[in-house]
């Protein structure tokens, strides 16, 4: 008939049912040093974690690292896998066996019965003591190879001293005949093109399975710390699968076949390499080629492994031109390796070196080695001479410095003489360094003969951060840097170069407020970098230009000025050489539009430049647009009338002051009074500068003023035209002469330019044939005519005579000539002759013919006033 069913829901607290879960991850932990090896870390336990944190677990590493460590709470010290976790609700542990000089950091989980949270973030690293210096691992000795069985191989390695220690080693095998090359899966052995393939430490042994029998294999191994991979080692000896070790063998089945006879040929190329050509035998199923140079006892195998038939010739790179190389081969046939054929001629790239000093060597490289130590290190490349390197010289200096001090084989600085550094040391450090300077090196190579050429400076470096010199613009008013150049003018007159750069032509401005692509100070003599110009298709159609412009950062101008060469080239074109002046000649610097060598898109820009003071100078690249004359003279502004009079009210009261001060103080008597008079004399005429006449005629164009311009700090009446200004500045072909005023020679820019309102004013009132008028007190004025202008004086008797008898007497004592004796009586001349007998004169030079034209222009004019 049916069964009944009665239950009942569990009741809640409050209706809520709360759901348990994994505790939240601990916040970042805080390490602390507590004794030599020793560190403390401490962590905040999670509170809210429902059910609560029953244990901790602790990890470090060191910084840099991909390995984690764990804390065994047992005993107190890392462990690579397991370890005993931290029993709550201690938070508070101390680490032993941590290497001193190695940076840690920690992380931590929380348990409870849930299970593990996320662990937190990596805490701060921490040092114990000083740091040590930090490289990759070295190459390792090479590996040892053997046979075991079918398929199977055999490699066992030793793992070298490291800072950071090695954590991991990787293999990579290489099939001889093939060149195949694999790497070895660190959990099963078996051949990969990559995977997990690092053997952790202390494992220093492996079998590598899958290899192909009767195949000569050859096995290199690498390892890697916090730093990352070092390189590989050495290959080790080759070895053959399939072969059983323990088997005894004949001396004949090892035997290497015979080889052909013939040996290889060297045909020299460029650029280091050198093509080796052979014969091989219709058999041989792979070649291997190895080379040395003439006289050396070691040979090195050519291209590093087997090249696969059928081919023939291979190429060498690497070589050092001017040396003679020598090379041979062998072959692979029937599984084995033949006997090397002859050694072939010698055979050299270029001229062969003959005895000379060293050439400049290639620029060294400096690097900071310790911050804290104040240490950096410099590493170069010598290259093969003839006779060899017996010494190296270091110059090292302060960026922008301009004398090079001495570097002693110990590291110290020092301007005396220095021994040179041994050239097999490949590399020097250099220690009492200042911190936040720049600094660069350059070496040079001693031989038998003599010192070589000094190289090109190394790349820039700096202990810590770079001490920032700032020096305020005077134009835009903001600080700029000066990072390692020196400004030696008045500090009242520096402009910042971005705006240097941005007056530096008028005619073709900078597109505000981004056409300002690149400003970069010079520090080292080639610059590199990439400038992307997405829309320069665009702005060729806006008849905009992207400009390359120079200037000298100790300078209070705006000049163009180019280092003594230059060559600038982009996506690998040359597209701007600046070379240096002829001997005697003056190169007009000038900005160069670079425009027409870019493309849209990304373009690769190389910059090389030379020069004595190459890191005084700063460059930039600006998207321009030109402006004509007329599009500037709407930006001028305009005195206002009132204005302009107080100013020439000003300057003309200036005037009186100085003449009255410098005529109403009574002179002494005597010597003193008359040096006085000298001295009064000498500071009227400097004073005394500004004349109350005003010319309406520009000093440029010559006519008649139309729109008359001035200079804002201008001390002169004069104006001149803006037309005229203007449109000669244009035609000027050398920028750095440009923008002068033509009345006082100070620099006019189009921003200092003024349209006087009070001149604009007296031309709009003058007649047109009025050319001059005279400023009267109090801003007022009258126009001068030609009849007020001052005649000449008339020309004394005395002085007329004699200029006269010079002229004429040629001296002959028995001669008779024609005097002529001139008077002056009331201002009229009168001309008296006595007859005589003439000689004949030989003709007036140029001189006397002006004299005579000079006075019978004065006779014609007393004739008529009379």
Avoid at 436 to 457: D, M, Q, T
Avoid at 465 to 482: A, E, G, S, T, V
Avoid at 752 to 776: H, N
Avoid at 829 to 850: H, I
Wanted: aromatic fraction near 6%; glycine fraction near 8%; hydrophobic fraction near 35%.
């Amino acid at each position: 008939q049916g069964l009944a069913l009665d239950w009942h829901l569990p009741s809640t607290r409050s209706g809520v049912t709360f759901a348990m879960s994994k505790p939240p991850g601990p916040d970042r932990p805080e390490v602390s040093v507590a004794g030599d090896t020793e560190l403390r870390i401490t962590w905040t336990i999670p509170q809210d974690a429902d059910p609560e944190v029953t244990a901790s677990t602790v990890k470090l590493r060191i910084v840099g690292s991909q390995r984690w460590q764990n804390y065994d709470h047992s005993t107190g010290r890392l462990v690579a896998k397991g370890g005993s976790t931290v029993p709550a609700p201690t938070c508070e542990v101390t680490v032993d066996g941590c290497e001193v000089g190695l940076g840690y950091e920690a992380i931590v989980a929380a348990m409870n019965s849930h299970g593990w949270s996320d662990v937190s973030e990596p805490s701060l690293p921490v040092i114990i003591g000083d740091p040590k210096p930090r490289a990759k691992p070295t190459p390792p000795p090479p590996p040892k190879l053997s046979a075991v069985g079918p398929g199977k191989l055999r490699c066992t390695w030793e793992i070298g001293e490291a800072c950071p220690p090695i954590e991991a080693s990787q293999l990579q095998l290489t099939a001889v005949s093939s060149g195949l090359v694999l790497l070895v899966d660190a959990a099963n052995g078996r051949l990969v093109p990559s995977g997990r393939t690092t053997f952790a430490v202390p494992r220093c042994e492996a079998s590598i399975n899958g290899v192909e029998d009767g195949i000569e294999y050859v096995v290199a191994v690498c390892c890697r710390n916090a730093e990352g991979f070092g390189d590989y080692s050495l290959p080790s000896d080759p070895s053959v699968a399939g072969i059983d070790p323990r088997a005894s063998t004949s001396g004949m089945e090892l035997v290497l076949h015979d080889c052909s006879t013939q040996a290889p040929v060297l045909l020299p190329l460029t650029d280091g390499q050198m093509r080796v050509r052979w014969n091989l035998p219709e058999e041989a199923k792979s070649t291997i080629v190895k080379l040395r140079r003439v006289g050396d006892m070691n040979w090195y195998l050519c291209g590093g492994t087997a090249i696969a038939a059928p081919a023939s010739e291979t190429i060498a790179r690497g070589l050092d031109e001017g040396i003679e190389y020598e090379a041979m081969a062998s072959f692979l046939i029937n599984g084995r390796w033949c006997g090397d054929t002859p050694v072939s001629s010698p055979g050299c790239i270029g001229d062969i070196k003959l005895p000379s000093t060293p050439a400049a060597p290639p620029d060294p490289r400096l690097f900071v080695l310790d911050v804290a130590a104040c240490k950096a290190r410099l590493k170069w490349i010598v290259p093969t001479t003839v006779p060899p390197v017996t010494g190296i010289a270091v110059h090292f200096r302060a960026v922008g410095g301009k004398e090079w001090q001495n570097v002693s084989p110990s590291g110290q600085i020092t301007s005396e003489e220095v021994d040179l550094v041994s050239p097999s040391a490949g590399q020097l450090d250099i220690c009492d360094l200042d911190q936040g300077v720049r600094y660069e090196a350059a070496i040079a190579l001693r031989n038998k003969l003599g010192l070589g050429p000094f190289s090109g400076p190394s790349d820039v470096v700096c202990i810590g951060r770079p001490i920032p010199q700032p020096m305020k613009c005077m134009f835009c008013f903001n600080d700029f840097d000066l990072q390692h150049t020196r400004y030696t003018r008045n500090p009242e007159n520096f402009w910042c170069p971005v705006c240097r750069f941005r007056h530096m032509d008028p005619f073709n401005a900078v597109i505000e407020p981004y056409g300002m692509l690149l400003c970069h100070i010079v520090a080292r003599p080639t610059i590199s970098f990439a400038l992307d110009l997405p829309d320069l298709r665009s702005w060729r159609k806006d008849d905009h230009a992207v400009f390359m412009r120079m200037c000298r950062i100790d300078s209070d101008n705006c000049a163009q000025v180019w280092p003594t060469k230059l060559t600038l080239e982009a996506n690998g074109n040359e597209i701007l050489v600046i070379k240096e002046p002829e001997e005697g000649h003056v190169r007009r610097d000038v900005p160069k539009d670079i425009s027409a060598g870019l493309k849209p898109g990304l373009n690769t820009i190389r910059i090389h430049m030379e020069d004595e003071n190459l890191c005084g100078f700063a460059l930039s690249l600006s998207r321009t647009q030109t402006r004509t004359a007329k599009q500037i003279a709407t930006d001028i502004p305009i005195c206002a009338e009132e204005a302009a009079r107080e100013r020439i009210c000003m300057l003309l009261g200036k005037n009186v002051a100085s003449k009255s001060i410098a005529g109403d103080s009574p002179a002494p008597d005597g010597e003193e009074g008359q040096q006085q008079k000298e001295n009064d004399d000498d500071d009227e005429i400097v004073e005394c500068v500004v004349s109350n006449k005003l010319k309406l005629r520009c000093p440029l164009s010559f006519e008649r003023v139309v729109i008359p311009t001035r200079g804002e700090g201008c001390m002169h009446l004069q104006c001149f035209g803006l037309g005229a200004y203007l449109e000669s500045n244009a035609k000027m072909r050398a920028l750095n002469n440009r923008w002068t005023c033509p009345v006082c020679s100070c620099v006019l820019r189009p921003q200092d330019l003024r349209i006087d309102g009070y001149v604009e004013r007296v031309l709009a009132e003058t007649p047109p044939y009025i050319d001059e008028v005279e400023i009267m007190e109090g801003g007022a004025y009258r126009c001068i005519e030609e009849e007020d202008m001052p005649k000449a004086p008339p020309v004394e008797a005395a002085k007329v005579a004699d200029q006269e008898i010079d002229a004429i007497i040629d001296g002959t004592a028995d001669a008779t000539i024609e005097a002529v004796i001139h008077a002056v009586d009331d201002g009229h001349v009168e001309k008296r002759k006595e007859n005589s007998t003439m000689l004949q004169l030989p003709p007036a030079k140029k001189r006397q013919r002006r004299r005579q034209r000079m006075l019978s222009v004065a006779d014609e004019g007393n004739e008529s006033s009379n």
